[in-house]
């Protein structure tokens, strides 16, 4: 689904990160993993076009990521950014109905499919009580899960989020990462960013450690997520414990 080859990428005149490669299959979930300013979001603009690359090759299903309009990128990608401010009183049903425009012609208004197609999304999420609420009244956490539904209206193939539950309250953190389960489930390729490790260890089946704009490791969570290479990226010392069934956790050391 997708192909990052020695990817390097930053902004104009600065070189974030370099060397980065990795591929993606169809229902695959990812994890990365990094500190902040590890360059998880420039990446993850970057593989979405909106940054050009510094260097490597992105191939979107085969195709040369460059070689694809906005539009064509929109269709087959979903993303949730870190965060959203409402500026504009848009109720939550038309927010997320924004998710179909990569489906519809210029002069097009969406059609009872689409509104079909955003209802699932806000059902999906447990928001659909909040559809008729302005996006600018609803909290901080509300709001993401909108994010959220929206990406799902575009119904792409795959889904970038980034930090999807930091503003999240425990059990919204918990119904998100179900879903991200459920619908790499049905096919769709998910890759997502988080500064809890655990989240990797639930649903992710390979996580990617970002250190510096570099790979420090990548793999399956059990075996790149170690006391190690947790305290080489966030300079503190923690332990992996092993959970009944196969699970792992991660507990941090807190020095008096």
Known sequence: ML??????????????????????????VMCVLGPNGGGKT???RTLLGLLAPHGGSVELEGT????LSRAEIARRVGYVPQGHAGYF?????EF?????????????SPGKKDVAVAERALESLGIAHLADKPVTEI????????????????EP????????????DFGNQVRVLERISALAGSGISILFSSHDPDHAFLCARRALLLAE?????????????????????YRVSVQVLPLPGGAHTCLPTIRP
């Open 3 to 28: 192909e990052v080859k020695s990817l390097a990428f930053g902004f104009p005149g600065r070189t974030v990160g370099k060397d980065v490669s990795f591929s993606l299959g169809a229902g695959e």
């Open 42 to 44: 420039t990446l993850f």
């Open 64 to 67: 040369p990521l460059d070689s």
């Open 89 to 93: 009183a848009y109720s939550v049903r």
């Open 96 to 108: 997320v109905l924004m998710g179909r425009t990569a489906h519809l012609g210029v002069f097009a």
């Open 139 to 154: 909290s901080g956490g509300e709001r993401q899960l909108a994010l959220v539904a929206r990406a799902l209206a575009q």
């Open 157 to 168: 193939k795959l889904l970038v989020l980034d930090e999807p539950t930091a503003s999240l």
């Open 213 to 233: 704009g570099r790979v420090l490791e990548i793999g399956a969570p059990r075996d790149v997520i170690r006391p190690d290479t947790l305290e080489r990226m």
